[in-house]
């Protein structure tokens, strides 16, 4: 049996949005809302509210560093408060945190919207990069098949393709993400004589 259930408009009123989805075997009745540290897997599509999560004071807090996996964007989401220079944050230390309260062992974060945007064009791919990174690390209790007649299935046909590639991505990412790594500058011949004429002006003088 699968539970679902969603906080819908909030996000336009500057509010956060969490789903819950519950699975049970047989006719067992479970609630459609993960009690506080009970979660098995947290999938975060912006840290600042994975955080959310995370904290044993906060009123959203489903995570437990028992039992709960972590699969992150780690990508920096500015808010209204940074965006006006009221606040700030670092996407390092909220790492930090979800580690301290998931299972740091089995942790996975990545900038999955930049990936995304670098080989498909578009960060709003990076949902399926985290999934197949999810289950990748074994923290989804559905098989592959499962989730590729899923994706078949709810999303149209026109945008199945780029999809179902980045759940690919997102399987190897998990494996292996310096597959992923943005590549080095290339230094041209104009850098190199730039950067000698610098050194050569500051010890010899012009």
Same mark, same amino acid.
């Given at each position: 049996v699968v539970r679902f259930t969603n906080k819908k408009g909030l996000a336009i009123r500057?509010? !956060?949005?969490? +789903?819950?989805? +519950?699975? +049970?075997k047989g006719d067992r009745v479970i609630s459609q809302i993960t009690p506080h540290g009970h979660a098995d897997l947290l999938l975060g599509l912006d840290i600042l509210e994975a955080?959310? /999560?995370?904290?044993?004071? /906060?009123?959203?807090?489903? !995570?437990?560093?028992?039992?709960?996996? #972590?699969?992150v964007e780690t990508g920096k989401r500015e808010t209204i408060m940074t965006m006006t220079g009221i606040d700030d944050f670092d996407t390092?230390?909220?790492?930090?945190?979800?580690?301290?309260?998931?299972r740091s062992d089995r942790y996975f974060g990545m900038d999955l919207s930049e990936v995304s945007e670098r080989f498909l064009g578009n960060k709003i791919? !990076?949902? +399926?990069?985290?999934? /197949? #990174? #999810?289950?990748?690390r074994g923290a989804l209790p559905v098989t592959l098949d499962n989730l590729r007649w899923a994706m078949k299935a709810n999303i149209r046909s026109s945008e199945l393709e780029p999809n179902l590639k980045a759940f690919e991505m /997102?399987?190897?990412a998990a494996i292996d993400p310096g597959a992923f790594d943005r590549p080095a500058d290339a230094v041209t011949y104009q850098d190199v004589m730039d950067d000698k004429s610098t050194i050569l002006r500051a010890t010899r003088g012009d």
């Open positions: 500057n509010g !956060a949005v969490y +789903s819950h989805v +519950s699975f +049970s955080v959310r /999560g995370m904290d044993p004071h /906060g009123t959203c807090r489903v !995570a437990s560093s028992q039992h709960t996996t #972590a699969v390092r230390d909220l790492e930090g945190w979800i580690k301290r309260y998931s791919y !990076a949902n +399926s990069i985290l999934l /197949g #990174a #999810a289950f990748q /997102g399987r190897k």
